[in-house]
């Protein structure tokens, strides 16, 4: 008698401890990044750390601000994306790279965990928050994706901020232009001939890389995902990556995660990298970050570089990565909020 009082005593102190542990762990409502790539402590500058770090902290504000108040996690995701298309330091809106042409060409897109409702644009010019018109093909027609021309009439229909292309020049992107026409004239042109890295086409990975997006969970228990992307310096021929692409770039979906992707869209698209971490999770039951690892594994393996930002039903994140940075940064349930940059 006293060794089943005593056993079940222990197992009732094992619950305990198990309930404890969960109920402190940490539940997220948001994650957001902004970019991937080779992003070294000793090449940053303290100045532009500092103002990596203050634009990524407004962005998770202004998402915060949307949830918190009891708005949807579309909202949260479309407030936070606006503050970095917003920003000269990312290469989305404002800070977009430009192509081979000098033109700056930026693709979006948004989805609805909810409903797998899904919106996006791709190529266009001048439209100043591309986040907002994917939203706006999603919630406003009954397409998923609109390109070029076509996406822009759609965004001025349906009253959204157009600008002069000149809006989304930067020195500093210019300047990057300028370098990679110089160093390497072929750098964005996927020949199928291979460098000394071994790796197909592009010999400077990094001028591919800079995509923003945000994840949320709302008060409602309700997923949303949206990235933006100024694409690939040097970029050629309307080339258009993985951020636009549902499912490659971003997915989200009620039952499993809400997924944002940054890196080689190349690779993304082929690996359709963000269903994937979704479909490992509701076939195989695999964690967040159980699955957000073994995809981009499978990038790695292939060749690809980049990340991803995962957020679960749960509020449980994944924010893996290949490349020596990720600006990247979440917020839990009780607005704490979290910025990483570097490899930890």
Excluded at 174 to 200: C, F, I, M, P
Excluded at 281 to 292: I, N, P, Q, T
Excluded at 301 to 320: E, Q, V, Y
Aim: hydrophobic letters at 40%; one cysteine or more; proline letters at 2%.
């Amino acid at each position: 008698m006293i060794r089943k009082i005593s056993y079940w005593l222990s197992v009732w102190i094992v619950f305990l401890s198990l309930q404890a542990a969960a109920q402190s762990a940490k539940s997220y409502v948001m994650v957001i990044h902004g970019g991937a790539g080779t992003i070294l402590k000793k090449t940053m500058t303290p100045e532009k750390e500092a103002a990596y770090r203050a634009a990524l902290q407004q962005a998770l504000e202004a998402g915060y601000k949307a949830l918190h108040s009891g708005r949807s996690s579309l909202d949260a995701v479309e407030a936070a994306i606006h503050v970095m298309e917003d920003s000269p330091l990312f290469n989305a809106g404002k800070g977009a790279v430009f192509t081979h042409d000098g033109r700056n060409e930026l693709d979006a897109s948004i989805m609805n965990g909810k409903t797998l409702e899904a919106g996006a644009v791709g190529g266009v010019t001048t439209i100043r928050n591309p986040i907002s018109a994917a939203r706006a093909v999603m919630e406003k027609s009954e397409h998923v994706m609109l390109v070029g021309p076509g996406a822009e009439k759609f965004a001025q229909e349906a009253g959204l901020e157009i600008v002069d292309p000149s809006y989304f020049y930067t020195q500093d992107r210019w300047e990057g232009l300028q370098r990679a026409l110089k160093e390497d004239s072929a750098k964005s042109k996927l020949d199928h001939s291979y460098n000394k890295s071994g790796r197909l086409g592009i010999e400077n990975i990094d001028n591919k890389f800079g995509t923003v997006g945000a994840v949320a969970l709302d008060k409602q228990g309700n997923l949303a995902a949206g990235t933006s992307t100024g694409g690939m310096t040097n970029k050629k021929y309307g080339r258009v990556g993985d951020s636009p692409i549902i499912g490659a770039g971003t997915y989200a979906n009620n039952k499993t995660a809400a997924i944002s992707c940054t890196g080689w869209g190349e690779f993304y698209i082929r690996n359709v990298v963000a269903h994937d971490l979704s479909a490992l999770m509701e076939y195989k039951g695999l964690s967040v970050k159980e699955a957000g690892k073994t995809v981009i594994d499978k990038v790695g393996a292939m060749g690809g570089d980049g990340g991803l930002i995962a957020l679960d039903k749960k509020g449980n994140i994944a924010m893996p990565f290949n490349t020596a940075g990720m600006y990247r940064g979440a917020v839990t349930k009780d607005g704490k909020i979290e910025i990483h940059i570097y490899k930890d």
